[in-house]
């Protein structure tokens, strides 16, 4: 079994910062990325979540567009920890922020797609 938990997040006014953290833990064999995904209100479909950020192997690290200059993703897929540091947040920010991890469990050849629970973000203008 796998889990992704999620910690940080909550309610902060337009030019605020808030501090994320995912730890995954679990039957791991291995690690190949971990990032952060959000699904913007109005939304309920995991296909609808939008990348925020992603940490690979070798440290190759991606953010979207909206994230650059204001988002940094730290951490080590080794540890299996990440963090997400969000700077001059934005209303349009508010979203329910997702860890994400592509994982191999022990036990099979596979990689799988795992998700934490999610926590709220809400950036008040």
């Known amino acids: 079994q796998v889990q992704l938990v999620e910690s940080g997040g909550g309610v902060v006014q337009s030019g605020g910062s808030l501090r994320l953290s995912c730890v995954a833990s679990g039957d791991i064999l291995s690690v190949n990325a971990m990032g952060w995904y959000r699904q913007p209100p109005g939304t309920e479909l995991e296909t609808e979540r939008e990348l925020v950020a992603v940490i690979a192997g070798a440290g190759n690290i991606n953010y979207a567009g909206f994230a650059k200059g204001r988002f940094t993703i730290s951490g080590d897929i080794a540890t299996k920890t990440i963090h997400l540091q969000m700077n001059d947040l934005k209303p349009d920010d508010t979203a329910v922020y997702f860890c994400?991890?592509?994982?191999?469990?022990?036990?099979?050849?596979?990689?799988?797609?795992?998700w934490g629970a999610g926590t709220q973000v809400t950036v008040s203008s």
């Open positions: 994400h991890a592509d994982i191999r469990p022990w036990g099979t050849d596979r990689r799988y797609n795992y």
